[in-house]
């Protein structure tokens, strides 16, 4: 095997080597679609919270590597997907505290739901679903 071929052979394995489709965890979530548009808005092409939001159900926004909550917001340091469940460590923090490092698993239900599980409460699962804006 020549070495251009060799080289074109491991480029395609690196390439082929990483998920087909990742999960696209972007976006905006709420655990009420139907509430979207009064949970979120956007401004000059970024997603934002609404004023009094959260009467219209829980939600966060993520781009790139941070999460906003109403309350919240935290920068995603380690991002792990396998078996169909996402793992997330993120460094968090509150406009009065910072709130340390916080780990986050949620199922992957299919492109647009996910639910957040907490695995020694299997029983406290809640399911968000990405919003339309």
């Known amino acids: 095997m020549s070495k251009s071929a060799a080289r074109m052979l491991f480029c ?33 092409n970024r997603v934002s919270f609404t004023r009094n939001s959260d009467v219209f159900g829980s939600g966060f926004i993520v781009e790139k590597d941070q999460v906003k909550g109403p309350a919240k917001a935290c920068k995603i340091t380690k991002y792990k997907e396998e078996g169909g469940a996402l793992h997330l460590i993120a460094s968090c ?41």
């Open 12 to 44: 395609a394995c690196v390439l082929f080597s990483f998920s087909a489709h990742a999960f696209e965890l972007n976006g905006a979530w709420s655990t009420n679609p139907e509430n979207c548009g009064k949970m979120f808005e956007t401004k000059n």
């Open 93 to 133: 923090t509150t406009d009065i505290a910072v709130l340390g490092i916080q780990e986050v698993s949620a199922k992957i239900n299919n492109d647009d739901q996910l639910t957040r599980i907490y695995p020694e409460f299997p029983e406290m699962a809640i399911s968000f679903h990405r919003c339309k804006l």
